[in-house]
């Protein structure tokens, strides 16, 4: 198993670019989770997912939308991208919610000009 | 919501030391406090968690302590080793679905 999988690795946008960053898994994990990482900040929750077809907001939403087209795929789009958006984002998924353990992918590095 | 608060940021010992990190939390209602170890250019993996239920939990060289009453949790890892070095958050979830993270600890192990 590939676990979950996360592209592109890295990415350099110039403001006001859009993009969107694939979540992978093959785990036939329910609920799937988009996070971002900033130095001294841990992770906070963009986005997650419960199931196929679902999605819900998390701690830092605004400037992002998210699909859950397929039940293991969850993709992550940026319209308008804004320098504080510059981050390191983080898919992770878990078979039954919050009170487990997540499984991450490996991270997308992405820096907005 | 949810406040955690992790400490030190920063954390360098010598091999075969111990290593000790504190989070605190500001919701009684929390009742699920993982820990995630985050290597270099990697994505975060739990090392070990405990429940509300619980007041300590052990895996060979790293245990969790949890104080429901003051709020408070702590990381130990006994006889660090160099591969211990990474970074480390602590985690916190109370309803919702969220897990909310402390800042992490950087933890340098030196030969």
């Known amino acids: 198993n590939a676990g979950v999988t996360q592209t592109p690795k890295f990415r350099v946008l110039k403001t006001g670019q859009s993009m969107t960053l694939l979540c992978a898994q093959d785990?036939?994990?329910?609920?799937m989770y988009w996070y971002r990482q900033d130095p001294g900040m841990g992770l906070r929750l963009i986005h997650y997912?419960?199931?196929?077809?679902?999605?819900a907001k998390g701690e830092v939403p605004d400037g992002y939308n998210v699909s859950r087209l397929k039940k293991q795929n969850f993709l992550l789009g940026l319209e308008s991208a804004a320098p504080s958006q510059t981050s390191v984002y983080f898919c992770?998924?878990?078979?039954?919610?919050?009170?487990?353990?997540?499984?991450f992918g490996p991270g997308t590095r992405l820096t907005v000009t | 919501g949810e406040n955690v608060e992790q400490h030190p940021s920063t954390l360098s010992v010598q091999e075969g030391d111990s290593a000790v990190i504190k989070c605190t939390y500001s919701?009684?209602?929390?009742?699920?406090f993982p820990w995630y170890k985050q290597e270099l250019g990697k994505g975060p993996q739990l090392i070990i968690d405990?429940?509300?239920?619980?007041g300590e939990k052990k895996d060979q060289r790293i245990a969790v302590t949890l104080n429901k009453t003051a709020k408070h949790f702590s990381l130990h890892i006994t006889e660090t080793q160099p591969e211990d070095s990474a970074v480390y958050f602590c985690?916190?979830?109370?309803?919702?679905?969220?897990?909310?993270f402390g800042g992490g600890t950087r933890l340098m192990v030196k030969p």
């Open positions: 992770a998924s878990n078979p039954s919610g919050g009170a487990a353990e997540q499984y």
């Open positions: 785990m036939n994990h329910e609920y």
């Open positions: 997912s419960v199931g196929e077809g679902t999605t």
């Open positions: 919701d009684s209602a929390s009742n699920y």
């Open positions: 405990i429940r509300s239920n619980v």
């Open positions: 985690a916190v979830y109370n309803a919702g679905n969220m897990l909310t």
